[in-house]
């Protein structure tokens, strides 16, 4: 009996592994972010036992760090006929399913990190906000071929809102 | 079917010969607004100008007609322009300024204009800054003819095309009432795909201009022959002020109110009373205000080019949404509705349901409150081909629990999540619409034509993995509405996951309502 969602007799596709990288240095930032403030009582109070509070915040963030090669793997998207399927998240599991004609737009967004290891993010947008599929992690020949089968697949199904 | 004609082309010469719009202005060619709209745009300028003017001089007409001696400061600039002889002046001065806004007043005023092909719909404005504001007709959302309290006595009506999108309409502001009304016929006509526009009834008003401007005022909704005005729902005023009391956000507000007082008069100070209770009072006023004069004569209708709502005591709002712009709908009850069994109906719609403030209500509030048979009602004109068993399994959504009219509940053990609701909560469908049941003290009924949801979801988060337990989301357009169920059994959310995302792509390939009545035309 299982707990965890799944969706049997999908073939996902994953993103590249490089993305580890890209995912740890932007936790790793928010990491470094996040203990500061929480020593800022620390800091202002000169108690000792606030320091508890960054120590916290810091065992927390190795975690996260810890399992981002995980979540990573989490992350993957299939094109059926019809729609676009995108899985992602571990702890948080999320699956959406969205048909090609109620594309908007299709984005692609590169970071600094990612523009170094020759990634792209692609974000697919909808008139509604919650729908929220966003791919990151691809090499940017396949994102932008994905993109242009998209862009395709959306035209020939195109519907109103 | 024929090609499109590029834009801009005169529509005279695709229409069959004899058929005849309403009126002269959807004709494809750029026509003028109504002579009265920068007085009625500027109105509320003009009005303070004024008003600022005869308070200043006040005193000064006083002592004029009473003779009054003259005891006032230097420092008053109406007094130093009346004494030594320079008032003269200071006339020629504000009448060379008159002649200035006039002017521009005018000049604005031509550039002003705007045409309606049958692609798009077109506002061109602007003296120095030329703006060009462009709305595609497949894309209407709504079309809303509103008439402030000044511009009905000049027997003008403002015409609000709601484009998709955020901010996205065009206002043609002002155009005569009948104008406004005949010009959303046609606008409604060429949108809806007609190929064949029918012969308009355009009988010329024999009422003198008087009797004719009074009969404009009167009148509720816009021409009244046009659609059947028969509201399928009667709000009574009392009903009206009694669900305004009974309403959430004004038992918050007297709550916190009496809480205000309450602590000033225990700690003896005034600064709570100034601090808090004022704002409270203030929105509290404002709330039940605005409340009630968009609620106050309300009236739903079913026209051949969709819902028509109407309301308003001093400023009138009278708007058709055609078919298929309504993404989803929720019914409702606040708590204290409850005991008199009243309900409200909400909406997301694809433009301007994220407005804030004094216009979100009026966008997606479609009835403010109704008992069980008026929501049933309204349901009937909202939701696309309902019948007789669909109606029994609404009233089950919005009354009912347990699995009576097809509902699929949460298991037992989700009363950890749903102490209250587990029993109520539940998911069915009618052809074409998903309901979402929910809330056991809070009770709704969401409901989501499968041809509007943008995208179908499922989530699981670690309390809910524990419980073996899922929640599904049905993607819709920004709004008040949020189209998601949780404390489901897992195997059946996927189920729901897996069918209702077939459903949604089969429905959305089928979906012709951007052109609803293409259709039937082109046969």
Do not use: C
């Amino acid at each position: 009996m299982t707990r965890r969602l799944d969706l049997p007799a999908v073939e996902w596709r994953r993103v590249s592994p490089k993305y580890v990288l890209v995912d740890v240095v932007s936790t790793l930032v928010l990491t470094i972010g996040l203990v500061i403030a929480s020593s800022i009582p620390a800091l202002v109070s000169r108690v000792t036992l606030w320091w508890i509070l960054p120590a916290v915040v810091l065992v927390i963030m190795i975690l996260v760090i810890a399992f981002v090669p995980r979540r990573v793997r989490s992350i993957g998207y299939q094109l059926r006929d019809d729609d676009l399927l995108f899985r992602r998240g571990l702890l948080f599991q999320r699956f959406v399913a969205v048909p090609y004609g109620r594309m908007q737009l299709i984005d692609i967004t590169r970071g600094p990190v990612s523009r170094v290891l020759g990634l792209s993010d692609l974000h697919f947008v909808t008139a509604a906000a919650s729908s929220s599929v966003q791919i990151p992690g691809l090499l940017v020949a396949d994102a932008e071929e994905l993109r242009d089968r998209l862009v395709a697949l959306a035209e020939t199904r195109r519907a109103g809102l | 079917m024929r090609d499109d004609p590029p834009e801009g082309d005169p529509i005279e010469d695709l229409l069959p010969p004899g058929a005849v719009l309403a009126t002269r202005l959807a004709d494809g060619e750029w026509h003028r607004l109504h002579p009265a709209t920068p007085l009625l745009r500027g109105g509320i300028v003009v009005i303070a100008l004024a008003g600022y003017f005869i308070s200043q001089a006040r005193q000064q007409l006083i002592d004029l007609f009473f003779g009054a001696p003259h005891a006032h400061d230097d420092g008053d600039p109406f007094l130093f322009l009346t004494r030594d002889g320079r008032l003269p002046l200071a006339l020629l001065g504000i009448a060379a300024i008159l002649i200035v806004i006039v002017v521009i007043f005018y000049l604005s005023w031509r550039v002003h204009t705007f045409r309606i092909t049958d692609e798009v719909v077109e506002v061109r404005s602007g003296l120095i800054r030329r703006s060009l504001r462009k709305g595609r007709l497949d894309r209407i959302q709504g079309i809303n003819i509103v008439r402030p309290f000044f511009a009905r006595l000049f027997g003008a009506a403002r015409l609000e095309i709601d484009v998709a999108g955020h901010d996205a309409n065009v206002r043609l502001d002002y155009l005569s009432s009948s104008n406004a009304d005949g010009l959303r016929r046609d606008i409604l006509r060429l949108a809806s795909g007609t190929k064949h526009a029918e012969q308009a009834s355009t009988a010329p008003d024999s009422r003198g201009f008087v009797e004719q401007r009074v009969a404009e005022f009167i009148a509720p909704e816009l021409d009244p022959s046009f659609a059947p005005p028969e509201s399928v729902v009667r709000v009574h005023v009392g009903r009206l002020v009694g669900s305004i009391f009974l309403h959430d956000t004004t038992f918050t507000l007297l709550l916190l109110i009496a809480l205000a007082a309450a602590a000033s008069a225990a700690l003896g100070t005034l600064e709570i009373v100034i601090y808090f209770l004022v704002p409270f009072a203030l929105a509290l006023g404002s709330f039940l205000f605005r409340r009630f004069t968009k609620s106050i004569r309300y009236s739903i209708a079913s026209t051949p080019d969709g819902v028509r709502v109407g309301f308003g005591l001093l400023t009138l709002s009278n708007e058709t949404l055609p078919p298929g712009r309504i993404h989803s709908v929720q019914v409702r009850q606040p708590i204290l509705w409850r005991a008199p069994g009243w309900w409200e109906i909400k909406v997301n719609r694809a433009s301007k349901s994220n407005a804030k403030g004094a216009d979100a209500q009026r966008n997606t509030t479609i009835l403010p409150v109704g008992n069980l048979d008026d929501v049933l009602r309204v349901l009937a004109l909202l939701l696309p081909n309902t019948s007789p068993e669909s109606t029994e399994t609404l009233r089950r959504g919005i009354v009912g629990t347990g699995p009576e009219g097809g509902f699929t509940n949460s298991p037992r053990r989700a009363v950890v999540v749903r102490p209250f609701a587990f029993r109520r909560n539940g998911f069915a469908e009618i052809p074409g619409v998903v309901l979402l049941r929910a809330g056991g003290i809070w009770r709704h009924l969401t409901m989501v034509p499968e041809a509007r949801a943008q995208s179908i979801g499922v989530s699981q988060g670690p309390i809910y993995r524990a419980l073996r337990l899922a929640r599904v989301h049905v993607h819709t357009v920004n709004g008040p509405i949020r189209a998601e169920l949780g404390g489901l059994d897992r195997d059946v959310a996927l189920r729901f996951f897996g069918t209702v995302s077939l459903e949604v792509v089969s429905a959305v390939s089928t979906d012709a309502t951007h052109r609803w009545r293409a259709g039937g035309s082109a046969a």
